[in-house]
């Protein structure tokens, strides 16, 4: 840090703050996670999320936004929507896989006793 730069400053152009702003809300990165199994439609998305519709749709459009999630309408009746991950969202799993491994020993049912 230089002397110049205060705390505040360095945290806000930290990129795990930066990041974890983007998306670290609950349903941003369930969705997220979920996707890694492939296109999903918006009702298969709802069941794997628990999410309700609306908020499903607020998250989805928001990912979409930020560029971690692409929607695709296929031609048909009835047209089907899936969603998936983009580039910059499958290069954001190893660090879910990292996250999944430091729950899996810190997060333990007996409250992460361990030390």
């Given at each position: 840090m230089s002397p110049h730069q205060s705390l505040e400053t360095k945290y806000e152009q930290c990129p795990v703050i930066k990041t974890l702003e983007e998306i670290g809300s609950r349903w941003r990165m369930t969705v997220i996670h979920v996707l890694r199994e492939g296109d999903l439609r918006f009702n298969e998305l709802?069941?794997?999320t628990g999410a309700n519709s609306q908020t499903l749709s607020r998250v989805l459009d928001d990912l979409q936004e930020l560029g971690y999630v692409e929607r695709e309408v296929e031609d048909g009746s009835p047209i089907a929507v899936y969603y998936s991950l983009t580039r910059k969202g499958e290069e954001l799993l190893?660090?879910?896989?990292d996250i999944y491994?430091?729950?899996e020993k810190w997060m333990s049912a007996d409250g992460g006793a361990e030390s």
């Open positions: 709802k069941r794997a190893p660090a879910f896989d491994e430091w729950g």
